[in-house]
């Protein structure tokens, strides 16, 4: 580092540093300031219990608390204590319904402050780039004003009850595969319009309390590292005033980190960055306000957390539980997403049902990894539909295949046909394992497993009533949709997913999803698909604006099922829309009529297409959407508000958001391609947007994505030489290297738990984590045993090393 201007002249002037934190960090001598910004243990803060301070918990919970027991693991991952499980993010993303999600947000709050947590690690929001991200159920789309407004709502529900919640994970992390040292390679434009907007719109609509930065690089700088990101655009221009911290274990350069608006370092790395830090303000390369300020957040959100646990009272768990999970069954059915249907749904509650599939007592309810919620209670799709058709009616049940691995025998497919044998109907319930879908590594494809595909192509060529129930965290391959008489997907629909699926298949629910992110007819089609996760230092994001529907419409690439679909029970008559308003500020008002016989809902989305644009657009790009609820024969309007970001493009050489002049036309519709009605409007403006080329197709060649970055392409980093970000199992590239990896994998192999009834997509999740960590998570995770100094000469002797025996192979 060189020697770097303060932040800001005092504490006190910084955006989250009260006054009173700011008093308290005058005090403290400096080695007690550089304690209090790294984390105590695996989950606490230090505390300052002299000066009033005082330790809190941090823990996980995109879609539902995940509180570890005890001390717990050196993963983190394994024995918490149970919480509501509720729809994981890729389900709640398709409720397009924020007050819905405002609830889930104060549920989860209510639960985090019952069990004394300070902060709640959610939601996530990062853009589903790519449907293989392994990670994708935990995030909410692939549009960034649906994944704004709706974790918004998420935040504004945790926070209410008097709990922060932490956006995640920021920003452009989008793969699983080396993300904690990968390289995202990406333009400024893309950057600001698709993967930053989602968050600036959260950060403004709810204003949390903490922000997660992400593991990996971009362009070139570690995000935990981005003056950029975490304190020019984060803070300066969005006017975020609360706490950054790590991610786990992403700490790179501690003393680089604060200089950057980094807060808060977790875990604890037992003090392993503390004399770095103290070097670095003596050499002058890190300015003491700079850690004064880091220090003075980390303290007032501390005071804030103290002052709210005792404002309220604890709630009572068994009333709070079960209030949850009735919750929990509602959200389900409000994100089922009926994909087809030839008027086979909703079944009568009579007759023979033959139900097949282990997820019917087994249910795919969630993801692997760090999001795994010890469920309160679990409704099964068996257990409900036997007691919703009683006396009337027979549950026939086949398992199909194993629900943890999804294969299958020839005689459990044989008995599923059987079972299928004169059944008024067929409910085949299929998807994808755990072990398919988690943290820590990513898809290789998006095929369903053979056997469930069999399956279907067995029974839809025997039976004319056919449902396939999907239970899946991202998109999958469906060649065989037409096969079925109808196709409904819960997502993961939490601990209640069982009984909401029920509900919606016999019309005691609707099926009130809209699809958040656009499922292709093959992976292959995609843009993104020919960068992703093929490099394990960087990735380059060639397809720029281009992903989802942006990609489908603008190029003309149906997907399977488009963005925004999803059907309905009931049916409804959209009117001629209104446009009121002046210049920018335009309000959007659509008439909805229920003419069908049924309740139901529906979404009225808002696009955006300029005419006449300086800069390559996307043909549309989704600004603003309505959910409405109407009973039969109920008229009620959809009402979108528009503003100058709905028609804007981030101008590079300005460095400035800009509408240009011309003709727009909004597109108002029931999906992305299912467009019922236009409205054309002119715009006056005097900003004036400076010329950047295109691209020929959606995928950038060399030169032009070298004009996109303003730069040459990077070349990738290469493996060797050894460094802090090269993980453990580069080392198995040299010989000295296989010797101590290996030697390392044996001393973390003891330190995984060994309860034998560890979930085995845990146990994957866990040992993923630890073999792709990187070099200086050793000495960060050594509770003192190793210090950066020894991990240094480490690295100089691998190196030195692997040298003279390449030198040596030369001669």
Not at 136 to 161: C, H, K, T
Not at 235 to 240: I, K, L, N, Q, S
Not at 286 to 308: M, N, P, S, T, Y
């Amino acid at each position: 580092m060189n020697a770097p201007a303060a932040s800001a002249a005092s504490p006190a002037q910084a955006p989250g540093v009260t006054v009173q934190a700011a008093g308290i960090v005058a005090a403290l001598p400096r080695s007690e300031r550089i304690r209090l910004v790294s984390g105590a243990d695996f989950w606490n803060t230090e505390a300052a219990e002299a000066e009033g301070v005082s330790a809190f918990m941090l823990t996980d919970g995109p879609h539902g608390l995940r509180k570890q027991n005890g001390a717990g693991d050196h993963a983190g991952l394994h024995d918490s204590v149970p919480a509501t499980c509720f729809p994981t993010a890729s389900a709640l993303g398709s409720t397009w319904d924020v007050p819905l999600l405002e609830e889930v947000g104060t549920a989860l709050g209510r639960e985090s402050r019952y069990e004394e947590v300070g902060v709640l690690l959610g939601p996530g929001l990062n853009i589903k780039r790519h449907p293989a991200g392994g990670r994708n159920f935990e995030y909410l789309s692939e549009d960034p004003l649906l994944s704004g407004r709706m974790a918004a709502a998420l935040v504004r529900g945790i926070q209410s009850e008097g709990v922060g919640a932490c956006l995640k994970h920021y920003a452009a992390n989008n793969q699983e595969s080396d993300r904690m040292r990968v390289d995202t390679i990406i333009d400024e434009r893309t950057l600001r319009e698709i993967y930053l907007t989602g968050f600036e719109i959260a950060v403004r609509e709810s204003q949390p309390w903490t922000v997660m930065c992400a593991y990996n690089l971009i362009n070139g700088e570690h995000a935990g590292e981005s003056r950029m990101l975490l304190t020019e655009v984060l803070r300066d221009e969005w006017g975020f005033d609360g706490l950054v911290m790590t991610d786990w274990i992403a700490t790179h350069d501690r003393a680089a980190g604060i200089h950057a608006g980094l807060d808060l370092e977790m875990p604890s790395s037992s003090g392993a960055w503390d004399a770095r830090v103290e070097a670095a303000i003596e050499a002058g390369e890190l300015a003491e306000a700079d850690l004064d300020i880091a220090c003075g957040r980390v303290v007032a959100l501390a005071l804030k957390v103290a002052a709210e646990r005792a404002s309220r009272l604890p709630a009572d768990p068994v009333t709070m539980h079960d209030d949850h999970h009735a919750l929990a069954r509602r959200v389900a059915a409000a994100a089922t997403t009926l994909l087809t249907n030839d008027g086979t749904l909703p079944l009568a509650p009579r007759g023979r049902i033959a139900l097949v599939g282990a997820f019917a007592e087994s249910p795919r309810h969630q993801g692997g990894g760090s999001s795994l919620v010890n469920s309160t209670r679990m409704d099964t799709a068996l257990e409900t539909m036997r007691a919703r058709l009683g006396g009337a009616g027979e549950v026939v049940y086949a398992p199909g295949y194993d629900a943890a691995t999804g294969d299958a025998t020839d005689a459990q497919i044989a008995h599923a046909l059987a079972a299928a044998e004169d059944a008024d109907a067929v409910v085949l319930m299929v998807g994808l394992p755990t072990s398919f879908e988690s943290e820590g590594y990513d898809r290789s494809h998006l095929d369903l497993p053979a056997s469930h595909e069999r399956l279907i192509q067995a029974l839809t060529a025997r039976h004319h009533r056919v449902v396939v129930a999907l239970s899946h965290g991202a998109p999958v391959h469906m060649p065989w949709a037409d096969a079925p008489q109808a196709i409904v997907t819960g997502h993961l629909g939490g601990q209640a997913a069982g009984s909401a699926i029920v509900d919606v298949l016999f019309g005691d629910a609707e099926p009130g999803g809209r699809l958040a992110e656009s499922y292709p007819v093959h992976v292959r089609e995609l843009p993104s698909d020919h960068h992703f996760a093929n490099a394990p230092t960087q990735v380059q994001y060639r397809e720029g604006l281009y992903v989802g529907y942006r990609f489908h419409d603008t190029f003309g690439v149906p997907a399977r099922f488009p963005f925004g679909h999803g059907l309905s029970y009931a049916s409804f008559e959209v009117g001629e829309p209104k446009v009121t308003g002046r210049g920018t500020a335009r309000t959007v008002t659509v008439p909805v009529t229920n003419t069908g016989e049924r309740a139901g809902s529906t979404v009225v989305q808002v696009y955006v297409h300029d005419r006449e644009s300086t800069l390559h657009r996307p043909a549309q790009e989704l600004k603003g959407f309505a959910k409405v609820h109407l009973e039969p024969g109920e008229t009620a309007d959809a009402v979108v508000t528009l503003d100058e970001r709905s028609f804007a493009v981030y101008d590079v050489t300005g460095a400035a958001w800009k509408v240009e002049a011309g003709e727009y036309e909004l597109r108002i519709g029931l999906s992305s391609t299912r467009i019922l009605a236009t409205k054309s409007l002119r715009l006056t403006s005097g900003d004036a947007v400076a010329p950047a080329p295109g691209t020929a197709s959606a995928i950038a060649t060399d030169k032009e994505f070298a004009t996109m970055l303003g730069r040459l392409v990077p070349e990738p980093r290469p493996l060797f030489p050894f460094h802090y970000d090269s993980t453990i199992d580069d080392l198995r590239t040299t010989w000295l290297g296989r010797r101590f990896a290996g030697a390392l994998s044996g001393i973390m192999a003891k330190a995984l738990p060994t309860d034998a009834d560890m979930p085995d997509e845990v146990r994957e999740t866990m040992t993923s984590f630890l073999v792709n960590m990187p070099l200086r998570a050793l000495a960060m995770m050594s509770e003192g045993r190793l210090s950066f100094a020894s991990l240094d000469r480490l690295i100089r002797l691998l190196n030195a090393t692997a040298l003279s025996t390449r030198r040596a192979a030369r001669r």
